[in-house]
């Protein structure tokens, strides 16, 4: 008899599923389709392990810049944020084009808030997203005291996210303090061997007492946009909700130089920050050379 499953970890060649009854089952991670990840729903048979159709999935580009599935059917991605590491320029706007073109909701996690300096970081992402009109809901929180987390934990509440975000800012921490029972390692240098590459490939998911889960995936490091074309960017980039209302001449305006552009206009009325628009610039830059690089190999 056929019985749905849902893929809840990933150990090399062998997955891990869990059954409508609850029961566990380890398995080969081979299915008809492609290779399996986490949050994949599943059917087996006797025909082997069948892939259901993925909702909503997250990706990567190895190596060989193919893009490789990290994790399927999120609802909503936690970018986590810290004054310590300091977040590189234009991080928290990728990561929420890429959730957004995914039909994954972002929300921003300001974790360390214990440290004097994450006030500062916390009051100006506020103001940038959780107020503009294409509203980002921002957490404060700290995974070492505790302080906001049932914030988190309502809002993950029936939905099932991850974090992502650079190393250092504290997902593994945010992941023990949520995950009851979880004992992750903290701390960058336990997780690599000497020679600088990951122990392991684990990725699990877990349930949430009060609702919902999380997915932990050391994949999320080298998080991208993937199948998102430079003429689609500016309708999920934070801040040009209303230049965009505006309208522009052109149809397919890349808001960069074109004459009656709305962005280009809200931009000189200081309705979008000249910073954020070069922000813009830069990542378009980047899908514009992926895009080019696509249609030299499919002509080759
Ligand atoms: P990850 O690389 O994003 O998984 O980050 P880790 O969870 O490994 O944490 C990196 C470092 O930040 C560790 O030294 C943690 O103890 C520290 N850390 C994590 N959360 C907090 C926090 O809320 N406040 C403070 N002060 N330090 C934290
Ligand atoms: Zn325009």
Known sequence: MDSDAIVIGHFGLDIEVVLADGERRRIRARSSSEPL????????SERGVELQPRETVLARRDARDR???IAANLDVLGVTLAAQPPVPRGYVERMVVAARSAEIEPFLVVNKCDLQESRAL???????????????????VSALTGVGLDGIRSHLSGVRGAFVGTSGVGKSSLLNALVPGLDLEVGEINRFTRLGRHVTTRSSLHSLPGGGELIDTPGFRDFVPVDLSPAE???????????LEKGCRFRDCRHREEPACGVLESVEEGEVEPADHATYLEVLADLERVEAREARGARS
């Not at 990840?37 to 087996?44: A, H």
């Not at 960017?233 to 230049?243: D, I, V």
């Open 233 to 243: 960017l500016a309708s999920y980039f934070p801040g040009f909700e209303a230049a």
């Open 122 to 140: 916390s009051e100006q992402l506020g103001a940038r997203f959780a107020a503009s009109a294409g509203r980002v809901p921002v957490f404060e």
């Open 67 to 69: 893009t490789r599935a």
């Open 37 to 44: 990840v986490v949050g994949d729903r599943v059917k087996l």
